[in-house]
């Protein structure tokens, strides 16, 4: 019976699997938006103030961001808890597939989440009049959070490493 359970649960991480997957569609998904805001602004680029295209620019640096934390989340996160990919050697690899244990994979994460959030805070400042001060107060403190987090968890992540 113990057997059966062990195995059981091994083979549950497989659940994982279509998880992962959805994650490539979230990504197809923002690709499109991605293409959506390039299309939006080409036919406007003449006439926009230059403040208002660094915002846009701003936002497509933002998606990018999220893409790529996209991707490592889902191919560590697979590699990690379901089965290591078998990619044939004729074939490019990422320099850092099979080498993102999933500690080194949530200080990636807060990382990116770090500076997703200082770019959305350059993009509220930038548009800083348009805010009353408690919400610029209530963006600051939240991105300090972020940075705290990040922080705590690195120095957590560097305290536990016995190498």
Known sequence: MERFLENAMYAARW????????????????????????????PNIFVLAEADLILVLLSLIDMALVGGLLVMVMISGYENFVSQLDIDDSKEKLNWLG???????????AASIVAISSIHLLRVFMDARSYEPTYLKWYVIIHMTFVA???A???LDKLTKHD
Do not use: R, T
């Open 15 to 42: 659940l994982l699997a279509p998880i992962y997957f959805g994650l490539s569609l979230g990504l197809l998904a923002l690709a499109l938006k991605f293409f959506q805001e390039i299309v939006h602004i080409l």
């Open 99 to 109: 080498k993102m244990d999933s500690s080194s994979l949530k200080m990636k994460v």
């Open 149 to 151: 987090s990040a922080f």
């Open 153 to 155: 968890m690195g120095y």
